[in-house]
């Protein structure tokens, strides 16, 4: 049984900072692919940035420059580091993980472990 955890959402002005953290609780693995995507209201779910446990990692464009995705091993959490945020930035932000080697994919339908979600909102 795999389960994750999100936490570090929170309400913050244009310009702002978050970290978000995921913690996996059950059976880790050394090899794995992890991620966050968010899903706006009247939008659908994307993939916002991906690991591997090579180190490997990938972005959207319009989160390239201000996100940075981290996890130091397969027993840490995973981290996302959110800077400038922008109120396009709102949604609901879900950590995901598959234990599969990467490269990484940046579809939902790849990771197989899913958390509840953290919300974020930024205002104008």
């Known amino acids: 049984q795999v389960q994750l955890a999100e936490s570090g959402g929170g309400s913050v002005q244009a310009g702002g900072s978050l970290r978000l953290s995921c913690v996996v609780i059950?059976?880790?693995?050394?090899?794995?692919?992890m991620g966050w995507f968010r899903q706006a209201p009247g939008k659908e779910r994307e993939g916002v940035t991906v690991?591997?446990?090579?180190?490997?990692?990938v972005y959207i464009d319009s989160v390239k420059g201000r996100f940075t995705v981290s996890r130091a091993n397969a027993k840490d959490p995973l981290y996302l580091e959110m800077n400038n945020l922008k109120p396009e930035d709102t949604a609901m932000y879900y950590c995901?993980?598959?234990?599969?080697?990467?490269?990484?994919?940046?579809?939902?339908?790849?990771?197989?472990?899913w958390g509840q979600g953290t919300q974020v909102t930024v205002s104008s």
């Open positions: 995901a993980a598959r234990w599969e080697r990467g490269p990484p994919p940046l579809r939902g339908y790849q990771y197989r472990f």
């Open positions: 059950g059976w880790p693995s050394n090899n794995y692919c």
């Open positions: 690991i591997d446990s090579d180190g490997n990692t």
